[in-house]
């Protein structure tokens, strides 16, 4: 494990950094604004900030990874991966662009509506229950003649998350907190690593995980990488494994991992939505962290909160109760 720690350097984060603004995918700087600039409603005691992923290319943070990850790939691969949507949409989006060909593997619990965006982009969906994912992937391997992209647990696709702490530094050098959601663990090893690397060392970097979908919190509490019935609202952050690599780099830089309820999430989906923004509950997690009073130590603080994704329909959105203030 402290191999994988080594071989994600700051140079290899700028280089994924680079990449991916010269790479012809369209990936933005998304904005970094104080809650201010927002209609929120809230009484809190932090100088707290929005890293707006949900208004990214393909409406969440994962192309970054995947654009990192196709940099040095071939005319004539296939690629496979496992994703509840949001990593899936990034990889169809690509692949679709490059003219690569793939297939996703969807756990059966993903809303219909994630297939269908995939599959527009001209990318075969699979479901199948959570775990048979993994070996899904194995079978499309031998058949097949695919190539693996893993939706978290891949250096490349880490270091391009990574870009995403490294635009934060970009505005606020020094931030005191920065919350961000957990699935697998790759956003949260990347920025944690960008940051902490940056020489950041007094900024505490937290991961937000549903409490049904707890893996990493409880690969913290084991010391090991741990995989878990996994089931929540927030179905990107429901992997039924936590990543070797995101495990090794997240206990080296990560501070500790917050859980929220999915009421909790529920809720700052609905206030996040009235007051013009439109984020997932994967996406809402971290905001559910600060608004649970989950954080400590935070008054007077600069905090940096992650809305990590906006993929979520009206049907969905219809769905939850209609919370007006926090």
């Not at 402290?2 to 603004?21: H, P, Q």
């Not at 699935?183 to 970097?205: D, E």
Request: glycine share 8%.
């Amino acid at each position: 494990m402290n191999e994988v720690i080594e071989n994600l350097t700051l140079e290899m984060i700028k280089d994924a950094r680079k990449s991916i603004k010269e790479s012809p995918l369209g990936v933005i700087n998304t904005q970094l604004i104080p809650w201010t600039q927002t209609s929120l409603h809230m009484d809190i005691s932090c100088n707290l900030y929005l890293k707006l992923e949900n208004m990214q290319k393909t409406g969440s943070f994962k192309i970054r990874g995947v654009t990192n990850q196709l940099v040095k790939k071939t005319k004539g691969e296939k690629f496979v991966t496992m994703s509840a949507g949001n990593y899936g949409k990034s990889f169809a989006y690509a692949l679709n662009h490059h003219g690569f060909q793939g297939k996703v593997l969807m756990p059966d619990t993903a809303p219909p509506t994630r297939s269908a965006i995939i599959t527009r982009f001209g990318i075969e969906v699979e479901r199948m229950p959570s775990g048979l994912l993994m070996s899904g992937v194995e079978r499309c391997i031998a058949e097949s003649n695919m190539t693996f992209l893993h939706p978290f647990d891949d250096l490349d696709l880490i270091a391009g998350h990574g870009s995403l702490g490294l635009e934060i530094l970009d505005v606020i050098p020094s931030p005191d907190v920065i919350l961000v959601c957990c699935g697998g663990g790759g956003l949260l090893s990347g920025v944690a690593a960008a940051i902490k690397l940056s020489n950041c060392n007094n900024t505490r970097v937290y991961g937000v995980e549903p409490e049904g979908a707890c893996t990493m919190h409880k690969s913290f509490i084991e010391k090991r990488p741990v995989s878990l019935d996994a089931k929540s609202i927030a179905v990107g952050l429901a992997p039924p494994f936590a990543g070797t690599m995101t495990f090794a780099i997240c206990q080296r830089y990560v501070e500790d991992i917050l859980l929220v309820t999915d009421e909790e999430i529920k809720r700052v989906v609905s206030i996040l939505y009235n007051a013009g923004l439109v984020v997932e509950p994967s996406g809402a997690a971290a905001f559910a962290a600060l608004t649970g009073n989950k954080v400590p130590d935070i008054s007077g603080k600069t905090v940096v909160v992650i809305l990590s994704g906006g993929n979520i329909s009206k049907q969905e959105l219809s769905t939850f109760p209609d919370y007006t203030d926090i």
